[in-house]
């Protein structure tokens, strides 16, 4: 279960520089419960491809807003 001062780092390896994304695992939980939701309902209420997969992707895009967010874990956000 994830608590208010729990946080996930994403790193986007593809970036140059390389990207970080500081977002709050309360945040991250929810927001991949409610996209995944989202596909199930638009694919029937499964997964297509692989019904048994427990793997969710994250864009980019849906993390943006908390690019080189480290003042949430009290470091300075460059």
């Given amino acids: 279960m994830a608590r208010k001062e729990h946080y996930w780092i ?3 390896l ?3 520089p390389t990207e970080y994304y500081v977002a709050p695992a309360i945040w991250v ?3 991949v419960a409610k996209r995944h939701q989202e596909f199930l309902l638009a694919n029937g ?3 297509p491809v692989n019904p048994d997969s427990v793997h969710h992707k994250i864009k980019v895009k849906w993390i943006e807003q908390w690019r080189q967010r480290w003042g949430l874990l009290g470091l300075r956000d460059d």
């Fill in 10 to 12: 994403f790193v986007d």
């Fill in 14 to 16: 593809g970036a140059n």
């Fill in 29 to 31: 939980g929810n927001e």
């Fill in 45 to 47: 209420g499964r997964r």
